[in-house]
T-cell receptor, first 113, second 111 residues
Framework: IAGITQAPTSQILAAGRRMTLRCTQD?????MYWYRQDLGLGLRLIHY???????GKGEVPDGYSVSRANTDDFPLTLASAVPSQTSVYFC????????????FGPGTRLTVL | EDQVTQSPEALRLQEGESSSLNCSYT??????LFWYRQDPGKGPEFLFT???AGEEKEKERLKATLTKKESFLHITAPKPEDSATYLC????????????FGGGTRLMVKP
C-alpha cells in the first residue's frame, strides 16, 4: 500500500541522547515535511524539503536537523534531546504543484526524560 | 503572517444532530484551504482541498464550503464514527509550500 511510513512508533529517550526519526514515502512525491504536534499548539512545521538535495527551516527548527539524500527518505535528527522536544512527530509529503495536498504519516511519539 | 482559527474547540453532538465547524483565516493570496480528520494516535487524514471562494466539496456526511474569510465543515446527521479532531490549514501565496494549521475542533458524537 502506497504511503508514508515512520519509525519508531514511539520512543522514550534520555535527555542529551542523539535520536533519528525515520520517514519513508513511496509515492515519489517531491516535497517532504516534518511537523511536531503539541496539545494547545497544534501542528508546527520543523523543517521541509522541496526536492532531493535541498532543505529549509520551518517555524520551530532549533534543536533539529534534516537531510534529503534521495526522493524517498527524510530523516529528522535530534542531536542532543531535551525534555521540551517531547512531542508527537509527523512526517508528510506532497507532489509538486501549486497547492497539492500534503499526506501525513502515522507519527512517532517521543518522550524525552 | 498567515493565521488560522478554528471554532469551537470542542463540540458534542447527538447522533443525527447536524452542525458546522468554523475555520477563520487571514492569508496573503490563498493558494488552498485544506481540511483533515485526525483520530487519536494517528496522523491527519486528508478530506478536502478548496481553492477559491464559493467552492464546495462533499464526501458522505461532510460538506466543506469556502468564503474569502472562512471555511465551514458541515456535518449532516453525524454518526459516532464521525467522532475525531478536524483540522483546517491554509497555504498562502507568500508561504512557499508551507501550511499553517488551526488548533482543530474535537468532535464527539454520542449514540
Amino acid at each position: 500500500i502506497a504511503g508514508i511510513t515512520q519509525a519508531p512508533t514511539s520512543q522514550i529517550l534520555a535527555a542529551g541522547r542523539r535520536m533519528t526519526l525515520r520517514c519513508t514515502q513511496d509515492m515519489r512525491h517531491n516535497a517532504m515535511y516534518w511537523y511536531r504536534q503539541d496539545l494547545g499548539l497544534g501542528l508546527r512545521l520543523i523543517h521541509y524539503s522541496n526536492t532531493a538535495g535541498t532543505t529549509g527551516k520551518g517555524e520551530v527548527p532549533d534543536g533539529y536537523s534534516v537531510s534529503r539524500a534521495n526522493t524517498d527518505d527524510f530523516p529528522l535528527t535530534l542531536a542532543s534531546a531535551v525534555p521540551s522536544q517531547t512531542s508527537v512527530y509527523f512526517c508528510a509529503s506532497r507532489k509538486q504543484g501549486a497547492a497539492d495536498t500534503q499526506y501525513f504519516g502515522p507519527g512517532t511519539r517521543l518522550t524525552v526524560l | 503572517e498567515d493565521q488560522v482559527t478554528q471554532s469551537p474547540e470542542a463540540l458534542r453532538l447527538q447522533e443525527g444532530e447536524s452542525s458546522s465547524l468554523n475555520c477563520s483565516y487571514t492569508v496573503s493570496g490563498l493558494r488552498g484551504l485544506f481540511w483533515y480528520r485526525q483520530d487519536p494516535g494517528k496522523g491527519p487524514e486528508f478530506l478536502f482541498t478548496l481553492y477559491s471562494a464559493g467552492e464546495e466539496k462533499e464526501k458522505e456526511r461532510l460538506k466543506a464550503t469556502l468564503t474569502k474569510k472562512e471555511s465551514f465543515l458541515h456535518i449532516t446527521a453525524p454518526k459516532p464514527e464521525d467522532s475525531a479532531t478536524y483540522l483546517c490549514a491554509v497555504q498562502g501565496g507568500n508561504a512557499g509550500n508551507m501550511l499553517t494549521f488551526g488548533g482543530g475542533t474535537r468532535l464527539m458524537v454520542k449514540p
